[in-house]
């Protein structure tokens, strides 16, 4: 087994052990699903209106809960030292990471959105392209915070300030997202918003491990 | 690359900023009220009336607060790349005024809105980006803070503000694609009248003074705190 494979399945099963990682962003993501309609109102035709961009706000929000602890656990018990001393270059490390997070949240997540889409009465087309752009969507959002998880990595009250850094950068994701779900209701095609949200999760998986791994080594340098 | 290793030397910047300083803020003083003085007796405009005048008052701060962002990047390369030690003090000096100058951009202009758009806010792409860059600069602002470690906070805030100049792009194109109002630009392209060209463009340089006047104080305040907290640890 290589090293990254080996990080990657260690996460995943700290993951589930630890306090059921993917049950809590679940429950969290349900639960604001369920308030919404308390706030605004029962009227179905409102809700499916605004299902895509609520659904892309409450699924952001779940996948911001747990990434405050993608290094910190692991810099707090001196693991993240070792991981470092090994021969697996940061980056890949950063990039493990990012991968064990969406698999444990972002991927469950969008597992779970079709059926709160059907509570919010969102017609079954758009609450494909609703599936969709999560699953495109997320690993973007896991990328991202990343690089908000390894700048505040030794802070005590890191996730106060992450969600400041993290969600102004992940506009996009949001915009596209929902946009493209609205664009499916409004009778245009969805593959526009689609594509850009594409485009900007790959920019994300790409850039992030780097910048994410720079963080990292400057918060070990010492 | 000489000229950027000369005021990385503290003492050399407090030099020439201590020069600089009483023709900066003097400049910036007549140039606002210059431009004030003109942007008030201007004819009323065809179609805005007298609200035309909040444009001298509301693109100049808009127009610091986006340069402002560049200026904290183009730093934080010089600090990443070259580990320049100044460029950490001005990149952190030039956060709160670039936050400012956006709070002031976003105020002028929902007062702007208010008569000529019927309403204080609108969601539109313009506003909408203007209102991520304050949080922008929140977040960075927020993350120099928390981080007790000067060294460390500078090489953290440094990467935070690249990540955000390469994303901020992207923020303002995606925000554009999801809703458009407000009025295209309208200096470079030549389509404002001289009356209202010349206040604007004064009003700018008395804005540009103004931030430079005040980002110099920041930098001459911490570096002298910074040598204050030296000579109290070397004499403790």
Known sequence: MSAFTALLSRDLRLAARSGGGAALALGFFALVATLVPLGIGADLNLLSRVAGGVLWVAALLAALLSLDRLFQGDFEDGSLDVIALSPLPLESVSLAKILAHWLSTGLPLTVLSPLLALLFNLPASATLVLFVSLLIGTPAVSAVGAIGASLTLSLRRGGLILPLIVLPLLTPAVIFGAGSVAAKMDGMAPSGGLALLAAFAVAACLLSPFAAAGAVRLNLTN | ?236
Request: proline residues 5%; charged residues 10%; glycine residues 8%.
């Open chain 2, 1 to 236: 690359m000489n000229i950027l290793y000369r005021y990385a030397n503290p003492r050399e910047f407090m030099r020439l900023s201590g020069a600089l300083l009483p023709f900066t803020a003097a400049a910036a003083v007549l140039a606002i009220l210059a431009g004030l003085v003109m942007g008030f007796s201007v004819p009323p405009d065809y179609q805005q009336g007298m609200t035309v005048t909040i444009m001298f008052i509301h693109v100049p701060a808009a127009i610091v607060a986006e340069g402002t962002y560049a200026l904290i990047a183009v730093l934080s390369l010089f600090s990443l790349v070259w580990r320049h030690p100044l460029s950490d003090v001005a990149a952190r000096a030039a956060a709160p005024l670039g936050a400012l100058f956006t709070a002031l951009g976003l105020v002028t202009g929902s007062l702007w809105g208010r008569p000529m758009w019927g309403t204080y806010w609108v969601w539109d792409a313009r506003l909408t980006s203007f209102l991520l860059l304050l949080f922008l600069y929140l977040g960075y602002m927020a993350l120099w803070n928390a981080i007790e470690d000067e060294i460390r906070a500078a090489r953290a805030c440094a990467i935070l503000a690249l990540i955000g100049a390469v994303n901020l792009p992207i923020i303002v194109y995606s925000v554009e694609w999801w809703n458009t109002l407000h009025q295209g630009e309208s200096i470079i392209s030549g389509k404002l009248a001289p009356v209202f060209l010349w206040p604007l463009l004064v009003m700018m340089a008395g804005y540009g003074l103004l931030f430079l006047t005040l980002w110099m104080i920041r930098i001459r305040t911490e570096i002298l705190n910074r040598r204050s907290r030296t000579l109290m640890l070397g004499g403790a």
